[in-house]
């Protein structure tokens, strides 16, 4: 039986040694620094914030920039910021913006840098909205869902047409174009509506100060006098005018007297210290010629 060749083998295959760094020939010539012994990283420091009271990392505060900031420290986070800026631009003029701890007005390039992106955005365009309503001959948009406006020459006419919706307005006016009235008609018909909402309102409160809602139905009822024991002409329920007490019903003023007054009336009987006795139990509000009160 043949016995089987041995495999062959071949043999190992010799590279170059790479060629040695600087730091291996150091390492070679016995010239190796000392290694630099680890820095330990300090615990960052932090704060609490004045406005939202947590501990924030001190570095999230911001450096304060406007006049007074000198007079007080940085105690408000760089997210409360944010929050801050997006209401104060939302519900202020562009000069009117503050700080949230010293209430001083602050400038464009520090609102850039604290406030977010669309916040900042919506500054800018309030901005450009005050200047043009400071220049003459630029007419905005009298459309309250339009931000377009140009600028007219005084030869062009009192009709203005907005290039974004459309919307014609008047240029003398201000307003919404006013189809078959002249200035004059439409500016006394604005005045004569003006006149009209202060008369309602002169006379809604007069009403409340002279009338009140009946107990029983709410109608509004006026008292011209006499005694304050009243009786609706419309659902005929009886009532003090002082403290609204019902005259009918088991806990009514007929019935228990006047301890149904409700507290702090002129007619409950500790308020009445030198009534007799004998009439302490007894309605004194309650007499022949009660008042019927008139409707309104």
């Not at 704060?47 to 001190?58: D, L, P, S, Y």
């Not at 009117?96 to 992106?117: G, M, N, V, Y």
């Not at 203005?160 to 006016?173: A, E, L, N, W, Y």
């Not at 709410?218 to 006499?226: A, L, P």
Request: aromatic residues 6%; contains cysteine.
């Amino acid at each position: 039986m043949a016995t089987p060749a041995a495999p062959q083998v071949e043999d190992a295959a010799v590279y170059p040694s790479p060629p040695a760094t600087a730091k291996r020939k150091r390492e070679q010539d016995g010239n190796t620094p000392a290694p630099k012994p680890l820095r330990k990283r300090g615990r960052m420091g932090v704060k609490e914030c004045i406005v939202c009271t947590e501990n924030v990392v001190k570095s999230r505060f911001p450096k304060l920039l406007h006049a007074s900031a000198e007079q007080h420290t940085s105690d408000v986070c760089f997210k409360c910021w944010e929050q801050h800026l997006k209401v104060e631009v939302t519900a202020k003029d562009r000069d009117s913006i503050s700080c949230p701890q010293c209430s001083q007005a602050i400038e464009a390039d520090e609102i850039r840098k604290l406030a977010k992106a669309d916040a900042f955005a919506d500054y800018l365009d309030k901005a450009a909205s005050s200047f043009l309503a400071s220049e003459e001959e630029f007419f905005a948009c009298t459309s309250a869902a339009c931000s377009f406006g140009a600028y007219i020459a005084s030869n062009d006419g009192n009709i203005f047409r907005c290039p974004g919706c459309q919307t014609r307005s008047c240029t003398v006016c201000k307003a919404p174009f006013h189809e078959g009235q002249t200035c004059a008609e439409h500016q006394q018909a604005i005045r004569m509506a003006h006149d009209h909402a202060q008369e309602n309102e002169r006379s809604e409160a007069l009403v409340k100060k002279i009338s009140k809602p009946c107990p029983g139905c709410s109608v509004n009822v006026q008292k011209n006098g006499g005694c304050d024991h009243m009786t609706c002409r419309k659902c005929r329920h009886e009532f003090c005018w002082l403290c609204n007490a019902p005259y009918a019903g088991t806990e009514g003023i007929r019935n228990v007297g006047n301890t149904a007054h409700r507290e702090g009336c002129g007619y409950r009987p500790e308020r009445l210290p030198n009534a007799p006795a004998g009439l302490l139990d007894v309605d004194i509000g309650d007499s022949s010629d009660e008042e019927e009160d008139d409707l309104l």
